[in-house]
């Protein structure tokens, strides 16, 4: 088949080249990882009507429908309009009509205006989850019109406890619901099963002294599991009413230097999460001299220095008094080649406007 | 007698109340839950009507208020010791029936149980007066009807919220009168819920090579791999009685201290442990089979009138394992038949 095909217009659009000359992979966003049943009815319809009857759980919880056509895109566009109105201005609030906060105005007929950011992904969290601290997909849902839609990328997931089942050490921006614990020794029988728990599960920062019946605890290991909470039998133990996050950064998988993320704040309230986040696009386009590529956060944060993306990334941002932030991160990576990072200084890249030279 | 209190004539109420009487309710304290974002109600010493939860049943029971969970009971210095002081207010507490009806129950465990009387238990207890709060028909895990704990007559006051903000109130006792002179009266009576979703019957145990067969009996051992002995069921039980005491040492002089006691339960790992570390009952189904038999026979077998359980179904609520209390009765009556015609 001769067909003469713009295919990064199309992936902004949020259609994926395949294998196949002229078929294509739809990603439909999912905030949180969580919607109504009822969008299904559309998932199914398009699949149906333009796809190959099939769809996949994308990686990072969209909805794929792959076999779609070059020249049913159009058609396929005009029908996601519902669900794009429902999913991303209905349930998230988002401004269509901005991208990277700049009016540009959205065709509701034409699909996806980006693929930057990448869809948020979430665990389940305390909606259900015996283990969760926070909601997970609501807090996507504000997270979303803050860097959606936008030519930046960033890959944000969300896990509901440390347990860390949607893996936020895996990726640019990970988010870790804690819960900040309140021991009331009055109501505490000395049973030892927090102390049990913590150690077989967690970080073993629970003690039950003999002498007095009661637990002692080393506050600064705790990782805000509340587990504790969860298996104590009188309530000594409960969760404090406000949420905390603990952000990790800089984690990815990848060809060249797949790493682990490291923290970069803990016992951080929700403004403090949401108001760093509104720096994102700030920082991006520093580091990329105003020109946003296909490059995750990550990799943005090496070009600039850990430093620096702290600088840019707190501006302006009233932290809670309960929140630390890492003064340095010590990265630890796989270096797949070694000494890969080597090389000519024509071949560094750079960071920041790049107007002087 | 009784009124109809308007939200401001039940808060002047309740502020002369509290100038006389240290008063306990259900309270919700948000988000304190086992789990994330659940609320759980407990009792608390309360400042005003807007405090008291009437709406939930409490997750843990009114004892805590007569029997807390830890208590002083007395200070040691060398070959001295003192008894740890009470307030000599008097205390109004707002309760369910099943929750009142509780108390006759510890009231004999603890006072004159084997010719001893608790005297940490008695003093608070001389203390009380109820506000009795009208029971709507609790939840589903409610069978007070069964144990015929849902009525009460022990109480000073009645009490029916309404939505309005307004308080029906009836008074029993004489000595609330002048709380309501200027006050119009009204019919009013309280209501007591008179069925219950979850119905009960106890097994009735004939005789002692029954309930041998019946402690033999492999219904027990399926708790072995369910019940992880937490004991979050006997804590939230509005019956049980059961505690430990330890002696805490201030500083390094072992001869200063104090006693303490702090609820315990059979349920717990250690509770049995004695001198050179044996334990009575090592295993989930031992300890399960202890409490079902101390509640629903040797209780009875030896105070006649009624078994150590008023069926509030807080020990189901609160089981983390799903073990339902009433099940387990089912399975013991099943257990029991099956004794009975030889099958086992
Ligand atoms: S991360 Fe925590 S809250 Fe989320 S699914 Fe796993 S255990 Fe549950
Ligand atoms: S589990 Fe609860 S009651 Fe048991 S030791 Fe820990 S805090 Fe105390
Ligand atoms: S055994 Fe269960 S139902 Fe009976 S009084 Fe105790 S908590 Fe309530
Ligand atoms: S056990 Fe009876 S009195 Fe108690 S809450 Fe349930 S229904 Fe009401
Ligand atoms: S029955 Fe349930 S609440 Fe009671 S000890 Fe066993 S697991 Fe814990």
């Not at chain 1, 707190?314 to 309960?322: D, I, S």
């Not at chain 2, 257990?335 to 015609?341: H, S, T």
């Amino acid at each position: 088949m001769n067909q003469d095909i713009n295919i990064k217009t199309l992936q902004k659009n949020c259609f994926r080249q395949s294998k196949v000359p002229g078929v294509f992979l739809l990603q439909m966003r999912v905030p949180g990882g969580y919607v109504s049943a009822e969008m299904l009815e559309i998932v199914k319809h398009i699949s149906e009507t333009w796809g190959d009857g099939n769809f996949h759980f994308g990686t990072r919880q969209t909805f794929d429908v792959c076999g779609i056509k070059y020249q049913d895109v159009p058609a396929v566009n005009e029908y996601l309009e519902k669900y794009i109105k429902s999913v991303e201005e209905d349930v998230c609030g988002v401004d269509m009509d901005l991208i990277a906060g700049e009016k540009v105005g959205w065709n509701p007929k034409a699909g996806y205006p980006t693929i930057g950011a990448r869809n948020i992904t979430a665990c389940i969290g305390n909606y259900h989850c015996v283990c969760g601290n926070v909601n997970t997909f609501e807090l996507a849902r504000k997270i979303e019109g803050i860097i959606f839609p936008s030519h930046y990328h960033i890959k944000i997931n969300i896990s509901g406890c440390p347990n860390d089942c949607n893996k936020a050490h895996l990726c640019d921006f990970g988010i870790i619901g804690v819960a900040e614990m309140e021991y009331h020794p009055d109501r505490c029988i000395g049973c030892g099963l927090c102390a049990r728990t913590c150690e077989k599960g967690s970080t073993r920062v629970l003690t039950l002294n003999e002498e007095t019946g009661k637990i002692e605890k080393d506050t600064c290991c705790c990782v805000g599991c509340g587990e504790c909470a969860r298996v104590c039998p009188a309530s000594a133990w409960t969760r404090k009413e406000e949420k905390y996050y603990r952000v990790i950064i800089g984690g990815r998988t990848g060809r060249q230097t797949p790493r682990t993320g490291k923290m970069f704040l803990n016992w951080a309230s929700e403004d403090v999460v949401l108001s760093v986040l509104k720096n994102w696009q700030n920082f991006s386009a520093w580091v990329m001299n105003y020109k946003p590529e296909y490059l995750h956060g990550g990799h943005l944060i090496d070009r600039a220095g850990y430093k620096k993306f702290k600088e840019i990334m707190l501006e302006g941002v009233k932290l809670n008094p309960e929140c630390l932030v890492a003064e340095d991160i010590y990265w630890h990576e796989t270096e797949y080649r070694s000494n890969f990072n080597v090389k000519p200084l024509s071949l560094h890249h750079t960071a920041g406007p790049q107007d002087k030279k | 007698m009784s009124y109809r209190l308007t939200q401001n004539e039940a808060d002047a109420v309740f502020a002369e109340l509290l100038k006389k009487f240290d008063i306990y309710a259900p309270h919700r304290h948000v988000c304190a839950g086992r789990y994330s974002d659940d609320d759980i109600v407990k009792y608390d010493k309360v400042e005003s009507l807007s405090d008291v939860e009437y709406k939930k049943k409490s997750d843990y029971p009114m004892k805590e208020v007569i029997s807390p969970i830890q208590q002083a009971l007395f200070y040691f210095t060398e070959d001295e010791y003192r008894e740890s002081k009470v307030s000599s207010r008097p205390i109004l507490i707002f309760a369910r029936p099943c929750d009142i009806n509780a108390q006759k129950i510890q009231a004999r465990i603890y006072a004159g149980n084997g010719g001893f009387t608790d005297s940490y238990y008695e003093r608070m207890k001389d203390r009380v007066k109820y506000i009795l709060m009208d029971c709507e028909g609790g939840d589903d895990n409610c069978f007070c009807v069964s144990m015929h704990t849902n009525k009460t007559d022990n109480y000073s006051l009645a009490v029916k919220f309404h939505e309005d903000g307004s308080l029906f109130v009836k008074v029993k006792d004489q000595d609330f009168d002048n709380y309501f002179q200027e006050i119009k009266e009204i019919e009013f009576e309280p209501e007591f819920v008179n069925k219950n979703e979850l119905k009960v019957t106890v097994p009735v145990i004939k005789d002692h090579e029954t309930l041998n067969k019946l402690k033999a009996h492999p219904m027990w051992n399926e708790f072995n791999s369910r019940c992880i002995s937490c004991g979050a069921c006997t804590i939230a039980c509005s019956t049980c009685t059961c505690f430990t005491t330890k002696d805490i040492i201030y500083g390094d002089n072992p001869e200063v201290g104090e006693r303490r006691r702090i609820e315990s339960s059979c349920q717990v790992d250690g509770y049995t442990t004695v001198a050179g570390g044996i334990s009575y009952r090592k295993t989930a189904g031992e300890k399960m089979r202890f409490k079902m038999l101390h509640k629903f026979h040797d209780y009875k077998e030896r105070f006649v009138d009624s078994d150590m359980c008023v069926g509030c179904g807080r020990c189901t609520a609160r089981c983390p394992q799903f073990i339902s209390i009433t099940t387990t009765l089912d399975k013991m009556s099943k257990a029991i038949e099956e004794i009975e015609k030889g099958e086992v």
